[in-house]
């Protein structure tokens, strides 16, 4: 069963809005939770991540919001560049299984010029 | 430059054909992880290892094995292919585990016929 969960397969937005990317979990023995971007034939690269004792981490365009209660992330790209096209992974880990990351299966976003 | 490397990057094989996947890293990572990717599941680790010599399971291991003789090289196995592992694979390496944020391969797409 899948523990994070992606519900938006894709994403249009205009250049120069923002862009918001949902993730939600079911684990609540997650802590840590990462963002991958991925271009096609290429590996994911990381993003951005954050802490369960955080609601908020900020990396210039990119923001990444924490809802414990709601078991719920997002990913805010502001504002958003025809670059920022590519599949959008989120992953969770919990510190007893830090061995390994639980991926989302991935939003496609699509950044309209 | 930084990075996994992955060969091959495209394999076709026939079933029970014994193949290997290679993997190295050049940044002196001691983590490093196989995973591999499906349509609607996500990301999923197959193998991981903390360091030389130290190799475990990930959550689908089954049909797979793997050796760490050397920091830089995380080999991939295929002992007996079969079409079920049909996939997008990647090895990813990281220095302080998979919460410090994956450098990820380009992928390897296996097709097993």
């Known amino acids: 069963d899948q523990q994070v969960k992606q519900n938006s397969p894709s994403l249009s937005v205009q250049e120069g809005r923002i862009s918001i990317l949902n993730c939600d979990y079911t684990n609540s023995m997650f802590d840590y939770f990462l963002w991958y971007k991925k271009y096609p034939a290429e590996g994911p690269t990381f993003l951005i991540s954050i802490s369960s004792i955080k609601d908020k981490n900020e990396d210039g365009r990119f923001t990444v919001f924490l809802n414990k209660s709601a078991k719920h992330l997002s990913l805010h790209i502001v504002p958003s560049q025809p670059g920022d096209s590519a599949v959008y992974f989120c992953?969770?880990?919990?510190?007893?299984?830090?061995?390994?990351?639980?991926f989302g299966t991935g939003t496609r976003l699509t950044v309209i010029p | 430059e930084a990075q996994v490397t992955q060969n091959p990057r495209y394999l076709i094989t026939v079933t029970g054909k014994k193949l290997t996947v290679t993997c190295s890293q050049n940044?002196?990572?001691?983590?490093m992880s196989w995973y591999r990717q499906d349509p609607g599941l996500g990301l999923r680790q197959i193998y991981y290892?903390?360091?030389?010599?130290?190799?475990d399971k990930g959550d689908v291991p089954e049909g797979y094995k793997v050796s760490r003789k050397e920091k830089r090289n995380f080999p991939l196995i295929l002992e007996s292919p079969s079409p079920n592992q049909t996939s997008l694979y990647f090895c990813a390496s990281s220095r302080q585990g998979p919460r410090g944020g994956y450098t990820f391969g380009s992928g390897t797409r296996l097709t097993v016929v």
């Open positions: 290892s903390m360091n030389v010599e130290v190799t």
């Open positions: 992953a969770a880990s919990y510190q007893t299984g830090a061995n390994n990351l639980f």
């Open positions: 940044m002196n990572h001691e983590y």
